[in-house]
């Protein structure tokens, strides 16, 4: 017989480090994260009926929406913050100086409470930008992530004074996400 030239327990050991590397169903994870997606939507049409003979008198209107947000990229949202949101003449008028105020909520869904997550105000935030649109400010002292995941629908609402003819408009959303992606084999 031939002396060994290792301890058995050696072989072992590396025996079951080999066996520990080598990949077995369900055992080997690959996971990502990509940070900063810039992910732009703009919402379905908003229409308004015209004040007619009343255009220019005082009113509030409220619209509730979604924004269409691509339900693959939404399954892989590790954190979404909206960083810009805007509101745009789509027909009827070509600018929206006639707007006062805007508000956009988001409302309640899956447990969360329904909170403000932009607003405009003429007064304070001055007129139509030259393209007609009106740029809300961004509260960002919640975390946007369960809405954005829970698809919850938004609520717009404008006080203005009222243009004549029907009109509508569209958001547009801008959104910063990191999104993770895990593989197991």
């Given amino acids: 017989m031939r002396p060994r030239s290792r ?36 919402t379905q049409q908003l229409s308004f009926a015209g004040a007619g003979p009343l255009a220019g008198q005082a009113t509030n209107e409220t619209r509730v929406f979604d924004a269409t947000l691509d339900s693959q990229l939404m399954d892989y949202v590790v954190h979404a913050r909206l960083t810009e949101l805007r509101v ?20 309640s869904a899956g447990g969360a409470p329904e909170v403000l997550l932009a607003d405009y105000s003429r007064a304070g935030d001055g007129a139509a930008a030259t393209d007609g649109s009106l740029t809300l400010r961004v509260h960002d002292d919640f975390d946007h992530t369960r809405y954005v995941r829970a698809r919850v629908p938004f609520e ?25 992606y895990e593989l197991r084999l």
Wanted: net charge negative; proline share 7%; with cysteine.
């Fill in 7 to 42: 301890p058995l327990a050696a072989e072992h050991a590396a025996l079951l480090l080999l066996l520990a590397l080598v990949p077995a169903p369900g055992c080997v994870a690959v996971s990502a994260e990509i940070e900063q997606v810039r992910h732009s939507v703009q």
């Fill in 88 to 107: 745009v003449p789509a027909s009827g008028v070509s600018t929206l100086d006639f707007v006062r105020e805007v508000r956009i909520r988001l409302l």
């Fill in 156 to 180: 717009l609402q404008l006080a203005m004074d009222a243009p004549g003819a029907p009109w509508s408009v569209a958001v547009d959303l801008g959104l910063d996400l990191e999104l993770g």
